[in-house]
């Protein structure tokens, strides 16, 4: 028994029409394969799925452009004709617009002045205006930002030192001196009047035997350390 004939319209069923076009297309491709191989004939075929998947064949030995050039000559017209007029205006008119930049910025440095009419260089004199008054007020924006920040940072050292100081103060404290050996009370005298009599003083005396240490301007006197 041979084949039904299928109806030819659209298949509703995303994935049954999704199944369809795989199977439908490797047999284009093949179909296509076929003729050129049997009848020695150039063939293109370009192909997009619902979903936008790209698909092609060609024939062996040349390319889509190829193919696109013969078919441009056979018919008499070119495919890239309107689009290419299209880049044409779009590429004069950015042309335009550079050439009116530069016209402006030369201007707005007092070149090219001389084509212009009262009104074109009263114009331009507020333009100057306009944009001389936001460069001040961003340079003072930036001016005033950057003494915050030096204040801040004079600030933060000035902390630092304060605190530095209070450090060194808690240890400025004298932990030896120089005694008098000859006064009331002899080394017990001159250790209560150095640390208050503490029990952890030392004392270090000059003997004689140090003749480099003899004729000081200190006189007799003894060290003590605490």
Request: hydrophobic residues 35%; aromatic residues 4%; proline residues 4%.
């Given at each position: 028994m041979g084949r039904g004939k299928i109806e030819i319209k659209r298949i509703e069923?995303?994935?049954n029409r999704q199944v369809t076009y795989s199977k439908r297309r490797?047999?284009?491709?093949?179909?296509?394969?076929?003729?050129?191989v049997l009848c020695d004939a150039q063939v293109a075929i370009i192909m997009f799925s619902s979903t936008g998947k790209y698909h092609e064949f060609c024939s062996p030995g040349t390319?889509?452009?190829?193919?696109?050039?013969r078919y441009q000559q056979a018919i008499g017209t070119s495919l890239w004709n309107e689009q290419y007029e299209n880049m044409q205006r779009t590429l004069s008119h950015l042309k335009d617009i550079n050439r009116n930049l530069r016209t402006e910025i030369r201007q707005r440095m007092g070149e090219d002045l001389d084509t212009l009419e009262f009104d074109e260089l009263r114009g331009l004199e507020q333009n100057v205006d306009a944009a001389l008054k936001e460069v001040r007020h961003r340079k003072y924006h930036v001016i005033a930002t950057q003494t915050e920040t030096y204040k801040k940072k004079v600030k933060h050292s000035y902390e630092a030192y304060k605190n530095l100081q209070q450090e060194l103060g808690m240890r400025e404290d004298p932990a030896f001196g120089f005694v008098d050996n000859t006064g009331a009370g002899g080394w017990d005298g001159a250790a209560a009047a150095l640390g208050g009599g503490a029990p952890d003083m030392y004392a270090f005396r000059v003997v004689p035997s140090?003749?480099?240490?003899?004729?000081m301007a200190y006189g007799s006197h003894d060290l003590r350390l605490g």
């Open positions: 069923n995303a994935t490797t047999g284009i491709m093949k179909k296509a394969r076929e003729l050129t390319d889509i452009k190829t193919i696109f050039d140090q003749p480099n240490l003899h004729g």
